[in-house]
């Protein structure tokens, strides 16, 4: 990554989170939760979603 390969872990490791969750809510995992529960589900995974497009857009910056 050039200059910014000190994000790279985070990258990855915000990948790995964001797809483990989404693999969780298709596998059923989170069918028992309150609606509250699930809304905080969602926008913390748009804001780890954002978070990475904002780091693989800087890069190519």
């Known amino acids: 990554m050039g200059e910014f390969r000190y994000i790279s872990f985070a990258v990855v490791m915000g990948s790995c ?3 483990s969750s989404l693999l969780g809510v298709a596998l059923g995992e989170w069918k028992g939760t309150s609606a509250k529960t699930r809304r905080a589900l969602v ?6 979603a ?4 904002i780091a ?3 890069k190519k910056i």
């Open 43 to 48: 926008a913390g995974l748009l804001v780890l």
């Open 50 to 53: 954002a978070s990475i497009a």
């Open 17 to 19: 989170v964001l797809f």
């Open 56 to 58: 693989v857009v800087a």
